[in-house]
């Protein structure tokens, strides 16, 4: 895998996250993990589950407020604070939240900034505590799963999401195909398309020209460019660009859509904990 923190994206936390995680690999207490029940913090907690679990340091999940007597410590705000994470040093406690930073530099158009979500910054996190975790080489997909969460792909160009996707095709963690080369998608993603005729699609794909195919796929799309929603940036990520982890067979907008319909519909704890244990056994819905 490629070191997150050696890109220019994370700048800004590189330095704290090296010294938390020297930090507590030299020390071997347990870390205690506060996250929010929400379906951002469970996917925040995953990457550091993984890396603290292929270190053998031993560490607790907390969805209760954060407490300061309890440390070492990763405290993961609400993904709509904006700040800045903070390691107090004498305390060995770390804050991630959510900040705004350099993306892509654009030929002539100077740089575009982007939020760095706290799912971004524990994957960086969690790769800087376990390098070689093979748990981690699995689950690096989800490192993009906040800016689908967000409102950041609702813009006309996340240049964040944009990076951190170029990184992990160049990796080989991720694959973008188009909606007909995915094995199971995930259909209320898809409205406006008539099933039978994505199955004929697909079935047929692998024979048509790039012609025929730019065609087929441009007219999967056409009812749906006369409305403000989703996005064209969204649009584009469920029809051109699916984004699919090695071994799925849904990709990661359609198992997002399927936590998202039902979180909230029981207890949100209860949810949250078997999300991340179920991701920490399998990488994947």
Known sequence: MIDLLQEELFDSVSDIFLQFSSHIKKSKKKVFLFTPPTLHGALAAVPLEAALLDENIPYRRSFS???????????ILEKDIFSKSIYV????????????????????RGRKQGPLNPILQSHALAQAIS???????????????????????DNTYDPVFSKMKEILIEEGTIKVVPLTEVKKPYLKNYSWINENELSQLSTSWGKLDFEAKSISISNLVKP????????TARIEELVWHCIVGNGWHTDLAG???????????????????HLIDKLLQTGHL
């Open 224 to 231: 749906i460019l006369r409305n403000s929603l989703p996005s």
């Open 89 to 108: 040093n004498n305390s060995s406690c770390l804050t991630i939240s959510s900040k705004i930073v350099d993306g892509f530099s654009e030929v002539n």
């Open 131 to 153: 390098p070689s975790s093979s748990r981690l080489e699995f689950l690096r997909p989800w490192a993009l799963s906040g800016s689908w969460i967000d409102d950041s792909l």
């Open 65 to 75: 407020d954060f407490k300061a007597d309890n440390t070492p410590c990763i405290n």
């Open 255 to 273: 198992q997002l859509s399927q936590l998202e319909r039902n979180w909230g519909k029981h207890n949100r704890k209860i949810q949250a904990n």
